[in-house]
């Protein structure tokens, strides 16, 4: 069991759109630590999700850190318009780095005053965050391939965090993000995560409040 406090980041994708409001307050109320939002662009992952917009009116309804994952081709273009719309963190993932340099990437992100995140998809070996692991605020290590919500967990990812842990400083915050539920959640905990993101665990719970609580085990 980690002595630090695990931050919680329930996934917005899976919450009703049609009453975000509502679903980030039933979370903030429920002890949630961020707000993580998924951002999806139909090339680097088959799915279309939310963008700029809806970021900016999120900021406005919650004081809860937002945690963006951005899941898009090209982040470097999209990095000024959401860090301007209210992220808190931005996350890209070191696939969707083309035609810029990654460090570049990182430090542009930190312009901005916002925690900047890299994050590596299942066939990604954790070896080549190796040069980063000291310019990043945060690793999302994914436990299933991104773009939906309700995957199952693929705990050879969990895997690469222990790589991740051993390899990086204390400060370090390590997030593991699909699949994530109460047994699940541990595993990654105990390789040395310290936030997990949770979507349709948290939001399709009876009872959110439990489910929050039950990652926090
Ligand atoms: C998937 C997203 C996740 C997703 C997780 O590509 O990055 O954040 O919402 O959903 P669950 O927790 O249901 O696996
Ligand atoms: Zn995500």
Not at 27 to 46: L, N, R, S, Y
Not at 175 to 203: E, H, M, W
Request: aromatic share 6%; hydrophobic share 40%; proline share 5%.
């Amino acid at each position: 069991m980690s002595e630090k406090k695990i931050i919680i980041s329930p996934s917005i994708l899976s919450a009703d759109f049609a009453n975000l409001e509502r679903d980030i307050k039933l979370v903030e109320k429920c002890g949630a630590d961020w707000i993580h939002v998924d951002v999806m662009d139909g090339h680097f992952v088959p799915n279309i999700t939310i963008g700029v917009p809806v970021v900016k009116s999120l900021k406005k309804i919650t004081k809860l850190p937002l945690d963006v994952h951005l899941m898009i081709e090209n982040p470097d273009k999209y990095v000024e318009p959401f860090a301007k719309s209210g992220a808190d963190i931005l996350t890209f993932h070191y696939e969707a780095v083309k035609d810029c340099d990654v460090s570049a990437l990182i430090r542009k992100i930190k312009s901005f005053g916002v925690k900047s995140g890299i994050s590596i998809k299942p066939k990604t070996k954790p070896d080549v965050l190796m040069p980063y692991l000291d310019e990043v605020d945060m690793v999302l290590v994914m436990t299933v391939e991104p773009g939906f919500g309700g995957q199952k967990f693929m705990q050879d990812c969990a895997q690469k965090i222990e790589f991740i842990k051993n390899n990086s400083s204390e400060n370090l915050i390590i997030q593991v993000d699909g699949g994530i539920n109460a047994q699940t959640g541990k595993i990654c905990v105990d390789y040395g995560a310290n936030s997990l993101v949770a979507g349709s665990y948290i939001y399709g719970a009876p009872d959110v409040n439990k489910a929050i609580e039950s990652l926090r085990l």
